[in-house]
């Protein structure tokens, strides 16, 4: 039983499995999905984050992250940030919306770091992202976005344990790959409403920490997100969205949204995966340049009775 498990976590990277971390927190942090975000807010912005999944589980999946991103445009010979005329950065009051107006065309550049602890497996990413948004009316934009670099998956034989001490998948191991990484996305916003695409793992790699094993590969992943403001009164807003993901050969899973806000000052909501958790949502604004999100998972599959949920944290900063 031990070797079937060891040997599941083994090829676990490269089967048609979900290779990517999972969040639940992704509309507090959009851009760890869809590099076509960089640069649409029109300051500095830094989001860092923190998933511990399926507590209770040994060696569950434990993701840490970090985006930062701004709004640049070319100014003569140099690119230099904030000189373009962009818009609010969201209508959190009616009054908001009707002053709402996009942003000129401008550029976006980022980075991003990821790092994915599952079992014996770590895979760390850094990418650098770029984006260039289009003004297509008094209060519409459409961006088109890629980001790329690098990811180093390693895998820890010492945690691998078999009955057989000279387990013949142990022999010949590459303990380390490198493998390179491409992501692209669209995003459409406005005022009160948002549709965005987009897919990761564009480049297919082979991927097999032994020779003997040739089947291994990365799959692609992907992404559409849509979602519509609602004000009630001047200050309460509500925003249902909807994300499909979809990763071969699963069929496509879904992640229905609810967010409640009270201008930016607080906001809560929920989420409801299909055949796997509800979730709910937490964020408030410490100040203009802090603001913090919490979500907290409950699975409804058959996994639910042997972890006490996942929690999920994320804190942004604003220049």
């Given at each position: ?112 770091f990821i790092n994915d602890n599952t079992g ?156 796997d958790a509800f979730s709910v949502l937490a ?37």
């Amino acid at each position: 039983m031990r070797r079937l498990i060891c040997c599941f976590l083994f090829f676990s990277i490269s089967a048609s499995a979900q290779q990517r971390p999972h969040y639940t927190q992704y509309l507090q942090n959009m851009e760890i999905l869809n590099p076509a975000l960089t640069g649409m807010y029109k300051a500095m912005h830094v989001k860092m984050g923190f998933r511990n999944q399926w507590l209770g589980m040994q060696d569950a999946p434990k993701t840490v992250y970090l985006t930062a991103s701004t709004p640049l445009n070319l100014d003569g010979s140099l690119l230099t940030a904030g000189s373009a005329d962009y818009g609010i950065e969201e209508p959190y009051t009616r009054a908001d919306k009707d002053g709402y107006y996009a942003s000129d065309n401008h550029h976006g550049l980022g980075i991003s770091f990821i790092n994915d602890n599952t079992g014996p497996i770590n895979r760390t990413s850094a990418n650098l992202a770029y984006a260039y948004h289009l003004l297509l009316g008094d209060e519409a934009n459409l961006s088109f976005g890629a980001s790329g670099g690098v990811s180093r998956i390693a895998l820890n034989t010492a945690d691998l344990v078999f009955d057989d001490p000279d387990e013949p998948l142990l022999r010949n191991v590459e303990a380390v790959k490198w493998t390179p990484d491409l992501n692209v996305g669209f995003y459409l916003y406005g005022p009160q409403y948002f549709l965005g695409g987009s897919m990761q793992q564009v480049i297919k790699q082979k991927l097999s920490f032994n020779d003997l094993y040739e089947q291994g590969a990365e799959v692609s992943h992907y992404f559409v997100t849509a979602g519509y403001r609602f004000f009630v009164g001047e200050d309460i807003s509500f925003t249902p969205s909807l994300m499909a993901k979809k990763v071969a050969p699963f069929p496509v899973s879904y992640d229905a949204n609810l967010k409640i806000a009270f201008r930016n000052n607080f906001w809560m909501g929920g989420s409801f995966r299909k055949n796997d958790a509800f979730s709910v949502l937490a964020g408030f604004t410490v100040n203009k340049m802090l603001d913090f999100g919490y979500a907290y998972d409950s699975n409804i599959s058959q996994i639910k009775s042997i972890n006490s949920g996942s929690h999920e944290f994320v804190l942004g900063l604003k220049f």
